[in-house]
């Protein structure tokens, strides 16, 4: 009873409201002024050198060279049974099944987490992204 009351009472406010507008006269045409607006310039886009990326971190182009887990990518992340194991793809395409303590190309396995999985080696320290194949590194001494 209720909702039937509301829409009638809306329906005829909507007929009070379409009944008394008036509409708005529009000036004549030679009481417009015409303004011109100069071009706006703009910035010189560059363009990215054939072979580069467009999207990605700093546009670099990822190698197996600047990926110190040999070309590796962090391909997923489970738990077992309590434990947490990684995934790594390798460059032809094994993936290997790592846990926390276990090494891969030199590298430790030392840490899993939302951003990656972290590898040690000495004081070397290197963080590749989850599904990503480049790795950031930092060099001993630096803090992390």
């Keep these: 009873m209720v909702p039937a009351a509301a829409a009638a009472a809306l329906a005829l406010l909507a007929a009070l409201q379409i009944g008394w507008s008036r509409p708005t006269p529009l000036p004549p045409p030679d ?16 363009v990215p050198p054939a072979g580069r990326p467009l999207f990605g971190a700093g546009g670099a182009t990822t190698t197996a060279a600047a990926n110190p887990l040999d070309g590796a990518r962090a391909v997923g992340v489970a738990r077992q049974g309590g ?23 030199g590298w430790q396995l030392v ?31 630096s803090g992390r």
């Excluded at 434990?83 to 190309?105: E, I, S």
């Excluded at 320290?125 to 480049?134: E, I, K, Q």
């Design 31 to 46: 009481a417009i002024t015409p303004v011109r607006l100069d071009p706006v310039p703009l910035p010189s886009l560059a």
């Design 83 to 105: 434990r947490t194991l990684a995934f790594l793809q390798a460059a032809d395409g094994h993936v290997t099944t790592l846990g926390l303590g276990q090494a891969y190309a």
């Design 111 to 141: 840490g899993i987490g939302a951003d990656g999985l972290r590898f040690g080696r000495g004081g070397d320290r290197a963080t590749l992204p989850l599904g990503a194949g480049s790795a950031a590194t930092t060099p001993a001494g």
